[in-house]
């Protein structure tokens, strides 16, 4: 093992764990009530459109994956597919770690909004003293802030049956399947399918599982399903404990849910919420750090961002950057806006995985594939083509200064990187 190795110990089982630990935390507890106010009653209409919308792309992640098992993911990908052209790798492998940033700090801003349920301390104090601590465990070790997923995970999905099985004691349980779609099913699906994220985070892994061809695409398609099932069953129930007014009122929407039965509900649910939202930066730190320290190692950043620690193994510098820039961004605050951005980055990445498939598959026909997404006429993958098309849609349904924000990130990344490579290149 070299100095700029990282362990090989995930297997399947772990990596799920890390994929349905931040799926789970990602949007459910922070942005439900959010949605709530564009969907209405459609609201689990949207949940399964979002779900529609991942599994496309989670195909496009499984293949490349499969073929490319290394961390920093969308970089490398896109630097096969666009081999004259680095700059566009590594403008959105720049984007989707800026993306884990923001989704980091979009979840610490949820935390504490819970912790305030408990404590009425400042907010920002609260977030930041949170991610710190969870940034000490990522620089720990994989293993021991996996172990600390597994555990959170754990606590989270009870946290959400808790909803499903209240929601199914009420009469109204049910009642929501009548709503018809509207303009705001599709809007709120493009908020919500920030819920969705975190599969994508997987394959950034890649360098510490055992076995990646197989184990990743094995990981992204669990992860997914086991998360649709859950959110499908969630927002039904949380429809049923309250209003569309109430939910879309509330900034900890399912604590409020579950308070609508008993107050001794609600604060089990809100310390619940306090361990999701926590799991969800822990896992954003560790894939958008994966993501530098893959950049690194392509030259696309310096190679000092790289460095890994000979005790733990886990490339130190580039968690320390994430964690940095995770509280820098604390004091933009709102919830929505943070969700919007990270949604931005991540969907312009999977309009660029998409492509990328269909690329290779034409470039490098013959290359092994452990998964092959299916669905092809002749060599055009059509999964890969209807997820472009269904990101682009997504992509104009965000808010103006998301979008405004995420191009402004894109704009000076790309324009770094060109600039970088055409120099280089002298």
């Not at 009642?175 to 950034?204: D, K, M, Q, R």
């Not at 200064?401 to 970088?420: E, H, K, P, Y």
Request: hydrophobic share 55%; charged share 10%.
């Amino acid at each position: 093992m070299t100095e700029r190795e990282l362990n090989r110990t995930l297997g399947v089982p772990m990596l799920v764990f890390y994929g349905t630990g931040m799926i789970l935390g990602a949007g459910i507890y922070s942005i439900i009530g959010k949605a709530a106010a564009h969907t209405g009653e459609t609201l689990w209409i949207s949940f399964l459109l979002a779900a529609f919308v991942a599994f496309l792309t989670a195909c496009s992640y499984a293949e490349l994956s499969s073929m490319f098992p290394k961390a920093g993911a969308e970089y490398v990908y896109l630097n096969h597919a666009f081999p004259t052209q680095k700059w566009i790798g590594s403008t959105v492998g720049a984007s989707m770690a800026f993306a884990g940033i923001a989704t980091a700090t979009t979840v610490g801003v949820a935390f504490s909004g819970y912790f305030a349920q408990f404590l009425d301390w400042p907010r920002i104090p609260v977030a930041v003293g949170m991610l710190m601590i969870l940034g000490i465990v990522a620089l720990v070790g994989v293993r021991i802030s996996g172990w600390t997923n597994v555990v959170f995970t754990l606590i989270e999905m009870a946290g959400l049956i808790l909803i499903v099985v209240l929601g199914l004691r009420s009469d109204q349980f049910g009642e929501a399947f009548t709503a018809i779609p509207h303009s705001g099913t599709l809007s709120g699906a493009a908020l919500v399918v920030f819920s969705y994220f975190g599969f994508e985070n997987i394959v950034n892994l890649a360098e510490e599982a055992r076995k990646p061809e197989k184990a990743l695409p094995r990981a992204i398609f669990l992860s997914l399903l086991i998360s649709s099932v859950l959110y499908f069953g969630v927002s039904l129930g949380a429809l049923a404990l309250l209003s569309v007014d109430a939910l879309a009122g509330s900034e900890a929407a399912l604590m409020t849910a579950a308070q609508s039965v008993s107050e001794k509900w609600g604060r089990v649910l809100g310390a619940i919420a306090l361990f999701s939202t926590a799991n969800t930066a822990l896992i954003s730190m560790v894939g958008s750090s994966r993501v530098i320290y893959g950049m690194s190692k392509g030259g696309a950043v310096p190679m000092s961002w790289g460095h890994v620690s000979k005790s733990s193994r886990t490339p130190w510098v580039a968690t320390l950057i994430v964690f940095t820039l995770a509280i820098l961004m604390l004091p933009l605050g709102d919830v929505e806006v943070l969700a919007g951005i990270s949604s931005f980055a991540t969907m312009v990445a999977f309009f660029m995985v998409n492509l990328a498939v269909i690329r290779l598959r034409r470039m490098l026909p013959d290359q092994a594939r452990g998964f092959r997404s299916p669905l092809s006429f002749r060599s055009l993958p059509l999964l890969a083509l209807l997820g472009m098309l269904m990101s682009a849609v997504f992509l104009t349904q965000l808010k103006i200064v998301s979008i405004n924000m995420g191009l402004m990130v894109l704009l000076i990344a790309s324009g770094f990187f060109l600039i970088r490579q055409r120099f280089s290149s002298v």
